[in-house]
């Protein structure tokens, strides 16, 4: 149980284009999902949290307008990095909490490259 | 001082022998407590979670939690070789936002 899928798993896009990351829990109900990015030799950073029906809840100096966060049923949660740039080029997470327990299960991640 | 503290290692140990992970963390407010262990390239996944204080077993990993202390670690026994990866402690944020806070982890490496 409690299985977290991403997609696309990778995917290369241009300068100044947006991409959508889709998160989808299998096979339970997530009405909360965070979205985390990773750059190379560090640890985890916090985007934001996105609860189902209502606005995301943006990290300090995470900019809301560049990462669009859509959480439109109790099984999908999707962001979107708009005009991305090479500095946005980074591994990019999600993640649901089953009922309202802390426990946070990962999906397999997107890497992003942005060219 | 960093919300969450951990060793970044590299620990190395023999196959076989016992792995200890340790955690500090700030927020006095924290009630769960998670490990989850990440493998290079890969999401993490967790492994453990404790919630009150002492001892909690789980095949071959124990999580030890002491709130007094704000200290939480992770024994692994019989340590193997696929257990080489990093650990990230995830106390909970007692914010109100339903988060955890994730440590920088420590990169265990098991000698084969």
């Known amino acids: 149980g409690a299985v977290v899928s991403q997609h696309p798993s990778w995917v290369i896009c241009k300068s100044g284009t947006s991409v959508k990351i889709e998160c989808r829990s299998l096979?339970?109900?997530?009405?909360?999902m965070f979205w985390y990015r990773q750059f190379p030799k560090q640890s985890l950073m916090l985007m934001a949290t996105?609860?189902?029906?209502?606005?995301?809840?943006?990290e300090q100096g995470v900019e809301k307008d560049k990462f669009l966060i859509n959480h439109a049923s109790l099984t999908l949660s999707t962001l979107t990095v708009t005009s991305a740039h090479p500095e946005d080029s980074s591994f990019y997470i999600c993640?649901?909490?089953?009922?309202?327990?802390?426990?946070?299960?990962f999906g397999p991640g997107t890497r992003l490259t942005v060219t | 001082q960093k919300e969450v503290e951990q060793n970044s290692g590299p620990l190395s140990v023999p196959e076989g022998a016992i792995a200890s992970l340790n955690c500090t963390y700030s927020d006095r407010g924290s009630q769960s407590f998670f490990w989850y262990r990440q493998y290079s390239g890969k999401s993490p996944e967790l492994i453990m979670s404790i919630y009150s204080n002492g001892d909690k077993e789980d095949g071959r990993f124990t999580a030890q939690l002491n709130k007094a202390s704000q200290y939480v670690s992770l024994l692994i026994r019989d340590s193997q070789p696929s257990d080489s990866a990093t650990y990230l402690c995830?106390?909970?944020?007692?914010?109100?936002?339903?988060?955890?806070?994730f440590g920088t982890g420590t990169k265990l490496q098991v000698i084969p």
């Open positions: 096979d339970f109900q997530a009405t909360t």
């Open positions: 996105s609860n189902e029906g209502s606005k995301a809840t943006y």
């Open positions: 993640s649901a909490r089953v009922g309202h327990s802390y426990e946070q299960y």
């Open positions: 995830a106390p909970s944020h007692s914010g109100g936002y339903q988060k955890v806070t």
